[in-house]
């Protein structure tokens, strides 16, 4: 009796599990997409076929591709113990649980364990590496699945013991399979039904879906679910149905994840290369998602001191009065002062002159700082005992308003870090500078002169870190 209850409980609980949970593939031939890792003859698919899979691996792709579903999938064709823990719910007490069993059940049948983690980037760096011994010793064969990107937010040992396979979204296309999939099959989907799903209902469900399967069946579920019959017992799914089941296209996006980062490094380098076009479109993607604006204005700041300078000091004014606009308006009409500095800036000609300062910072990192001459020093103090300030000729006494007189120290005469470029006002400044230089070395006696080469990239990040 009791089995005929658990029997009827579980069917129950199989009918009201959701769409997406029934319609999950069991077996590798009901599996789509992923062809690159999974076509006949690829090595994944041959190391689940023949349940060789020795070494552990890491699933990373956005929501939807099929990662939890992949590793069913393995769980069903192996022989091995399969456990499953999320990040989200587990810690260390039941890792620990996990590793015991795993050793036991090694121990009394020689049985392996997988160990399947659902969203391991969730764990922190100590959950992590509690976890590679047992790993590295075979105690349990692991499997990851993350959406972001593994080789920064998993410990780069575990990383360097494990295959990464990479999971793409979905196609359109492979979105058609599994909706028609669902509409056929009387078990686990809709094909016990009568479902009328008009064309333009269907391809507006697919397009929206954003190449995500689980947002695609969660949006027929609710369309379907919400429609009552009509006298003949048929649902029928138009397109004003469709869009009130899914009305916005899913962005993937996380404000902590590499999506973030990639996008504004998208929007900046757009700006940067002068492409308004492109600029607006990763704003309008960041602000789709739900990106702070106050993020983007930040960047813009940075961008306009970066890369515009002096060849148009207003890029910097123009960022700036759009940060402060944006906050006394707040959005939506902040949106205004937002687009117009991205298109300034975008617009604005290009110069990164402004890096001539880390020329100077490195050559001090190197050399140490060097003697201010008497007369730049303050004269307020010891100008009578010292004599410093004796000498200093005061610019604004001369004509033109410029003295060709010693700023540098002694054993730096000569030396040039800043470079005005070409573009916009900085070629003015490019003109009045080498007059000012030339009347220097004359004055001076300057017979050599040396330009700072440029830093390479890395040399001014380093500069950077050791700056906060």
Known sequence: MNDLFDHALQERMRREMPLAARMRPRRLEEFVGQEHILGEGKLLRRAIESDRLFSSIILWGPPGSGKTTLA??????????????????????????????????????????????????????????ALLPHVEDGTVIFIGATTE?????????????????????????????????????AERGYGDRKVILDADARAHLIHVAGGDARNLLNALELAVESTPPDA???????????????????????????????????FI??????????????????????????FILRRLLILAGEDIGLADPMGLVVAAAAAQAFDYVGMPEGIYPLVEATLYLATAPKSNSTQAYFKAMALIEQEGAGEVPDHLKDSHRDREALGHGKGYRYPHEAEGHFVPQQYLPKELLGTYFYRPSAEGYEAEIQQRLERWRAAQRQALGIQTTQEMPDLPTSRIEEIKRNLK
């Open 72 to 129: 069913q999938i393995i769980a069903a064709h192996s022989r091995s113990a399969f456990v499953t823990l999320s990040a989200v719910m587990a810690g260390l007490p039941e890792l620990r649980q996990v590793i015991q069993e795993a050793r036991e059940r090694r121990r009394l049948d020689g049985r392996r364990t997988i160990l399947f983690v659902d969203e391991v980037h969730r764990w922190n760096k100590a959950q992590q590496d």
């Open 149 to 185: 990107n593994p080789y920064f937010e998993v410990i780069r040992a575990l990383v360097s013991r494990s295959r990464v396979f990479r999971l793409y979204p979905l196609t359109e296309e492979q979105l058609e399979r599994i909706l028609e999939r669902t509409l056929q099959d």
């Open 269 to 294: 380098k757009s700006v940067r290369g002068s492409d308004p076009d492109a600029a607006l479109y990763w704003l309008a993607r960041m602000l789709y998602a739900g990106e702070d604006p106050r």
């Open 232 to 266: 003949e017992g048929k649902i029928h799914i138009t397109l004003a149905i469709a869009q009130e089941s899914i009305q916005r296209r899913a962005v993937l996006y996380d404000k902590e994840g590499d999506i973030h980062y990639d996008t504004i490094s998208a």
